[in-house]
């Protein structure tokens, strides 16, 4: 069973900070990976995917990835009030298409 | 903007009862999924569909089928409802080119008595 790891949370920053996500995964074939943002009673939706080793800036996001590592984090910058939602990271897996396995996501709390 | 529509927002059937969880999308999307969302353990497929009558398991499929008649639609079928399926149930849609970006639909809340 393919594992992505992440921490539960809730993490607290204050507005304005960085917030930054962690998530390991145990699948060395994965080769495409995705943050999604989940608001509270509301589903996933796509915030950032990235493929390659290094850094993806998109924004106040930056997606960054180590697959020596098997490490992907998501950094957001300036944080605000309205970043408060649980992230999830997902790993695909599977010979066709994008069989995601997700993470069980890390609550953000973002405080004003 | 793409649309993913579950039938039902919110169910309570009771042990054993057949259920029936429907999902339609409007964006001539090719693959579908199932997924359930559990507290503390995130979204686990429970199966997926590449193409109309096409099926695969995904990593929790048992006590689960479904149905894919129209490319459109996407149904997930509980035989004999158990205390263990409540959960919440999420369908989704991928946009083309295998991109991993899943459009889901508002979920599903099924409660097993």
């Known amino acids: 069973q393919k594992e992505v790891e992440q921490n539960s949370g809730p993490l607290s920053v204050p507005e304005g900070a960085i917030a930054s996500l962690n998530c390991t995964y145990s699948d060395r074939g994965s080769q495409s990976f995705f943050w999604y943002r989940q608001y509270s009673g509301k589903s996933p939706e796509l915030i950032m995917f990235i493929y390659s080793n290094g850094d993806k800036e998109d924004g106040r996001f930056t997606a960054q990835l180590n697959k020596a590592s098997q490490y992907v984090s998501l950094l957001i910058r300036d944080s605000q009030p309205s970043d408060s939602a649980t992230y999830l990271c997902?790993?695909?897996?599977?010979?066709?298409?994008?069989?995601?396995?997700f993470g069980a996501g890390t609550i953000l709390r973002v405080k004003s | 903007d793409v649309k993913v529509t579950q039938s039902s927002r919110y169910l309570v059937k009771r042990t054993g009862e057949k259920v029936f969880l429907e999902c339609v999308q409007d964006m001539d999307h090719e693959n579908m999924f199932w997924y359930r969302q559990d507290p503390g353990l995130g979204l686990r497929l429970i199966y997926f569909?590449?193409?109309?009558?096409?099926?695969e398991k995904g990593d929790i499929p048992e006590g689960y089928s479904v149905s894919r008649e129209k490319k459109e639609r996407f149904s997930l079928i509980l035989e004999s409802a158990s205390t263990n399926q409540t959960s919440m149930y999420l369908c989704a849609s991928e946009g083309a080119a295998n991109t991993g970006e899943l459009f889901f639909g508002e979920g599903s809340r099924l409660t097993v008595l």
């Open positions: 997902a790993v695909n897996e599977g010979e066709y298409g994008n069989k995601l396995v």
């Open positions: 569909s590449y193409d109309v009558k096409m099926k």
